[in-house]
């Protein structure tokens, strides 16, 4: 051989980034450990190889032929895909017909996939417009092998007028605007709503009424007097103060209740011996008597410790209640103490005073920074304004994130404060904050704030020298770190405005959350551990309440894999979702046990009694319960559309399939709305969800059996078929399954039903408790949102309510059902709202809950 050596061409193994950077790369796939540590997981890639051939004076590039040897290329056969796995329900194998063809499509896919690999060097650049309008042609190949090219836009549909604010993408909100069988009872009402005339300007549901103009007009007038002030006006501040603490002993049951309960491990916020020291300056010892309520105050500083004082006794007072009622009987001296002296929420109102007194401060001080996060940390539990989206959280993370770095918490104590006795609590403090910044990521699907390059803060260190309960505490640091680790670059992936994933690489990213899921505990294993000791007991709050974040965030992926696909008209893969949703609230419809009346309750299924105190719970519970009950009502419209659709002509095996279907999703949307009517006087969400889920079903989605023809349907439900008929074109996978397909799903359902509290209602007792629910407890909360707003109340009203969250402490001994005016309810009578009036003429589809305050009373 004559001319120049041959130099061998080896395929480049390392990623693009690590190569332009010249660092090593450990080559995991599909994305690099160091690619990771920089927190450039989006860029990672790999290039396929390729060969240069020289012949004469020309360069071609070819693909690897079968004579040489193939480098190693990760095979997704390998690692079973989400459709992959065999659905099981409680080792209960559901039959697949359908779902079997979708493995042949994978294999097909996977060897196109490995071929692809080879024959390309590099990705093309996305032609995707973040508009979503892309032609669908120019990002998939011919034929269903080739979904895994396709874009899944978790951002579709969120922004569908403009000016409308975006939800995150992750909450129970955004189900109203991408599926369209929840979208059309926005739209439907929304264009032909009733305008209720208000004759009477101070009927109660004006209250209700205002309570969301206030938050949502920002045309209104300004107010003469500030809303915060009237609160405690007539009122001096010290004396306002004087009179939450004048029972000394309570004040200090309260302390002591709070740090030696699950309070403190939820809320490491505090040290036990710095804040009683603080507190014994300004309060009379506890051994004083109960009338001494002299107040020590010798400069503003310490009305930071005082809020914080303010805010521990709510919590402890809330604390001796089970899912809003009291301990059942027998409870300790001190627990009934407490239960006779209620700290109502009025103290919050002080707490945000005696922050807003120090707001003019230029310096950051770490116990301000503490009653801020307190503050903030109330929003995730506060039975009177929890919405299972905290959306107060998010806006107020800004200013958090600025006073944690101004106190030096984004530098580890070893570096800022190498002389301060605890750097355990300063850890905490700051990776309380960044869970704050992880639950907006994660449950809400806003961006994070908190740039990991800006902070060197250990995670709290495990010392085996510690108290076992400050271990633990640490402990759960460590285990909630390890599920964010899990969850951030799925969560990074599906988030990405400029470049949308693809499904190929969400469902890469979805093995490390979905392997996660399958190990929790489920609920009957956790309830059998030991509940013996708080630390027992926090130990089962953690595993519940992360076991609902993780679901919830799941539930949400596979929901919108689930609508991807009935756009896509995959029946096969639509199917699949809709089993593995099925199959997570399964999981979660358990939890509906701890939401019982009282006298129904289980022993088996009480929240105090497994995780110590309710209220740190149960918003975990409302907030997935609250999803199923979406995603049923959802399945429940579909039920009904298809139904009306055919008509008289349906085949009757299918239709004695879809009115099984229909009568098991009826019944457990029904649970969910009589669990939620059962704590609605505590509270607000689910006193809404109940008020206006109850309405949506029985005037919509009441479960009508046999054929529908067209003149069985009543003005309502033919005006919701006729909107979502102008919509089908965007989701009707659920009109192409099989009678075997519609068999799996029933089979689902029945093993859901499993989990429901008895037998199936009458048709009776469901109408007649569904229209109560409607107005269930309104009165307790009209009386409450006229003493907010300050307004004047009907001859004869209360106008001195003191509200604090619990009926039992109202002087409302039942629950009579109020109407407006007390007229019976009418036929229903649509008519235009003209626009001046319409607060939702810029806001189509923004929450169902707002659109139906204005229209519950008059169908």
Known sequence: M????????????????????????????????????????????????????????????????????????????????????????????????????????????TNRLRVESLLSPSAPPSTYSASGNSDRAAHSMD??????????????????????????????????????????????????????????????????????????????????????????AGKNFIESLRDELKDNKLTWLLIEKFFESELYCNLPILDKEDFTEQISRIIPPRDSKSGDNKLNITGKFQLAALGILLMVMRFSSLSVYNAGKPLPQPISPNDQY????????????????????????????????????????????APEDCDCITASTITNMGPLLHHAISSGLNRDPTVSRPKYPKPNLLRRLWYLLEYMDYYQLMLVGYAPIINHSFH?????????????????????????????????????????????????????????????????PKYDELLRMPSDTVIHRYNKLRIHNGTADSCALLFMIYYNFFLHYNDKRNSEKSLYYMLQLLRISKYLYTSVHFLRKPDEQNEKFNLNKHFGIGILALPKIELCLHKISEFMIALLGRIKVHKALLGL???????????????????????????????????????????????IIEKVFINREGRLGPHSLTQIEAHYVEVVEELRSQDDGFFLYSTNDLKQILNALELMDTESLGQTPSPERLLTDLNSYKS?????????????????????????????????????????????????????????????????????????????????NDY
């Open 143 to 232: 034929g269903d092998d080739a979904d895994g090219d396709d874009i899944l836009d978790f951002y579709k549909d969120n922004y569908v007028d403009p000016g409308v604010f975006a939800d995150g993408t992750l909450t129970w909100v955004t189900l109203l605007k991408k599926d369209i069988y929840s979208r059309a009872l926005v739209i439907c009402f929304n264009k032909n709503a009733i305008l209720k005339k208000i004759k009477n300007s101070q009927m109660d549901d004006h209250y209700f009424t205002n309570k969301f103009m206030a938050e949502d007009d920002t045309d209104s007038a300004v107010p003469e007097c500030p809303a915060k002030t009237s609160e405690i």
């Open 776 to 856: 269930k407890n309104d009165q307790l909360w009209f009386d409450q949102m006229m003493f907010e707003n300050s307004f004047n109340v009907n001859e004869g009203g209360n106008n001195s309510t003191n509200f604090n969250g619990f009926s039992n402490n109202n002087g409302i001994g039942n629950n009579t059902p109020v109407t407006a005016n007390n007229v019976p309810m009418n036929e229903l009578d649509l008519q235009e709202i003209p626009d001046l009036w319409d607060p939702f003429r810029s806001n189509t589809i923004s929450d169902l809950e707002q659109m139906f305050h204005y229209t519950i």
């Open 649 to 695: 002509n349906v085949d009757q095996q299918r239709l004695e399939l879809l009115d099984k279907i229909g009568r098991l999703t009826f019944k457990i949307c029904y649970f969910i709305v009589d669990a939620c009517a059962n704590i609605s006087d505590t509270y607000y969400h689910a006193w809404s969800i109940s008020k206006i889920q109850s309405f």
């Open 2 to 109: 004559n001319g120049a050596p041959v130099k061998r061409q080896r395929p480049n193994k390392s990623c693009t980034i690590c190569r332009e950077k010249k660092t090593k790369c450990d080559r995991e796939k599909p994305i690099c450990g160091t690619c990771k540590k920089r927190n450039q997981s989006g860029l990672c890639r790999y290039e396929g190889p390729e060969w240069t051939i020289k012949v004469g004076d020309q360069n071609f590039v070819t693909p690897v032929q079968s004579s040489v040897k193939k480098p190693r290329v990760k095979k997704h056969t390998q690692e079973q895909l989400p459709y992959q796995r065999q659905f099981q329900v409680n080792n209960v194998r559901i039959p697949q017909t359908r779902t079997e063809s979708v493995k042949s499509d994978d294999a097909k896919y």
């Open 338 to 381: 407490i239960v006779d002296h209620p700290v109502t929420k009025d103290v919050v109102t002080l707490a945000k005073a005696c922050l807003e007194e120090l707001s003019v401060l230029k310096q950051s001080h770490l116990v301000i920074f503490q009653l801020s996060l307190l503050l903030q940390h109330y929003n995730f539990f």
């Open 456 to 520: 060197d803060t250990q995670i709290p260190i495990l010392d085996h020298n510690d108290s076992a309960l400050q271990y633990v505490i640490n402990e759960a640091f460590h285990d909630r770190r390890k599920i964010h680790e899990v969850c951030r670059p799925l969560l990074m992936l599906i988030l990405n405005v400029r470049e949308p994933p693809k499904i190929r690489d969400v469902l890469n990213q979805m093995k490390g959350l979905e392997e996660h899921v399958e190990k929790i």
